[in-house]
């Protein structure tokens, strides 16, 4: 009878295929797999910050503008960025610990340090003070909308562990979240001092 048919279970629960590998513990093999994507996802990155820093040299050669303002756009979204390397680990070896509160709270810190460092960076962009059709102006102004862009994808990649973490998807047996965030957090820092350092100071 129609009314004594069992629903198909995907149906009865439809995020239960979703939820499945969040929630049990990863084997060795899909873990080293998730790794395996995070790696290509961050090699995938470091394509074009490494065209932007060639082209950088490829344009304008060392010329640095003079009277270019070291603090905005440079010194601080990268303080900014770097300090929260240490804070991305640290919501990492809490989730391991089974701090939930601690990897919420840390992850929440690089969130806010996310922010500050896009509003910066976006002051920056929109106030440069020099030609931006000039060769050193243009590729500025295209190595800052990377920053921008990659800094963007970061903090939401750390919003969406924090809510992930919140809806009980996050757990010690479950540490590749936290972990791949830290990762993508870890090489936008790395990538952006390289620019930094190419605009900027070299």
Known sequence: MAGNEQKHPFEAEPWTIIRRPAISELTPRELRL??????????????????????????????????????????????LLVVGILFAWLGVHANLEGRKGALQGWFTVNVLLGVAAIVILLVA???????????????YVTCLGTAVFYTIVSTIVMLGVIFRSAAGLVSPRTPYGPESAAVTWTFNAVAWFALYLALYVI
């Open 34 to 79: 998730g790794r395996f994507g995070a790696a290509l996802f961050v090699i995938s990155q470091a394509i074009p910050y490494f065209v932007l820093v060639n082209v950088r040299w490829m344009l304008a050669g060392s010329y640095i503008p003079a009277g270019m303002n070291q603090w905005v756009g440079g010194l601080l979204p990268t303080i």
């Open 125 to 139: 962009l929109t106030t440069y003070p020099f030609n931006t059709l000039s060769h050193y102006g243009s590729i």
